[in-house]
Every structure is written in C-alpha cells, then in structure tokens.
C-alpha cells in the first residue's frame, strides 16, 4: 500500500534553535498533507492543512510563526519548528491521504 | 462541530477474549469512519474504514459496522491476541473525495495478557 515517511524519527535539539521536520508521499502524489501533533498518551491534534504550492491552513490556537509549513512539492510537506521550547517537545506526525508517517520525536533541552 | 467519543480505556483482555471498542460520532455531513492502530513508539496505521452506511470494514479480524441510525463505529474482534496489544483510534472524515482530513477519538488502549 501507500508508504508516507518521515524524517527524522526522532531529534533532540537545544532551547531557541529550530528544527526541520520532512514528510514524503513515496509511490502517489499529495496536494494535500496535514500535520498532527501527539502528547503523551494523548490523542492526535491537527495542527495545520499543507497544501502543495500555496499557504498552509493552520487550526486555531496553532502559531502560523512558530510552525513553518511549506510543501514545495507534490511529494514533500515540511514543519520547521522555530526557536524551539521545551513545551514543543512532542510527537510530530504527518498524514497525506488515509495514510500516515511514522512520526518523529521531538525533544527540546 | 465534527467529534468522536470512544470508550474509556484502558482495557485489558486475556487472550482470545472477545473484543469491542465502541465509538459514536457527531457530523455534519455523511462522513467516511476509520480506524487506526498505534503500537508502541510507533505511528499510526489505518486498520479499516467505512464510507457509507451500513458498510463494513474488515482487516485482520478486526470489524467494525457504519450505523448512521446510531452514529457508530464499534470495532469488534472475536479472538485478540497478544500482538494486538496498541491503542486503538477511531476517527472521521467530513470531507469529500481525497480530502482526509481526521477528526480523532482520544484512543483507547487495549493490553491482551496471554
């Protein structure tokens, strides 16, 4: 089936620096991908809509300048977290169609 | 707006115990239901879905039936074992065509003991 992936798995990066976080659809084409964000035995919050070659579409509550979304192509979504904090730490998950990526840990020191 | 309420968890079953998960939902339109599955540390994987009413999805013996009369999900299986040990998600989609955006129940974890 679909494969979506996600990279890296995990990070761990130090408070005020920023992190770039890749999504891929392999074997189809997105236009349309979304981010989740999961705490701790906690369910999945959408946090945005990226959609390929324009504006991403950000959930309220969710800070349009601390999250960075750009999906410059129609297999790729980035989320750049910037001037990370250690209330960021979480994990990041993307989706593009029904399928999901792996996710990756974010843990800011 | 859109939601899903799933059963508390956590539940905890011995092996080949029957399983259900109830989940119920509220929408505006004629949403698609899903249900995903979390193992541990890992992402999501979509376990089976339903577009329209009366529907079932099925995969790996899991089940799980598309009430509209009744706003329900419930997912089923009749003999868990201890591999299916994750949290379960139930989620809908309000969207049409290739639109998947999700709306997420909390989860409920399942622990199968053997």
């Known amino acids: 089936g679909a494969v979506v992936s996600q990279h890296p798995s995990w990070v761990i990066c130090k408070s005020g620096t920023s992190v770039k976080i890749e999504c891929r659809s392999l074997?189809?084409?997105?236009?349309?991908m979304f981010w989740y964000r999961q705490f701790p035995k906690q369910s999945l919050m959408l946090m945005a809509t990226s959609n390929e070659g324009s504006k991403a579409t950000y959930e309220q509550g969710v800070e349009k300048d601390k999250f960075l979304i750009n999906h410059a192509s129609l297999t790729l979504s980035t989320l750049t977290v910037t001037s990370a904090h250690p209330e960021d730490s979480s994990f990041y998950i993307c989706s593009a169609g029904q399928f999901f990526g792996p996710g990756t840990r974010l843990t800011v020191l | 707006g859109d939601s899903v309420t799933q059963m508390e968890g956590p539940v905890t079953l011995s092996e080949e115990a029957f399983l259900t998960i109830n989940c119920t939902y509220t929408?505006?339109?004629?949403?698609?239901l899903f249900w995903y599955v979390q193992y541990p540390g890992e992402g999501l994987q979509l376990l089976l879905k339903a577009t329209k009413a009366d529907d079932k999805g099925s995969n790996k013996g899991f089940e799980a039936t598309y009430r509209k009369e009744t706003t329900s999900f419930h997912l089923e299986k009749g003999s868990v074992q201890v591999s299916d040990s994750a949290v379960y998600f139930c989620?809908?989609?309000?969207?049409?065509?290739?639109?998947?955006?999700?709306?997420f129940g909390k989860g409920t974890l399942l622990t199968v003991n053997p």
């Open positions: 929408a505006t339109g004629y949403p698609s």
């Open positions: 074997d189809f084409q997105a236009t349309t």
């Open positions: 989620a809908l989609s309000d969207f049409g065509g290739s639109n998947y955006k999700l709306t």
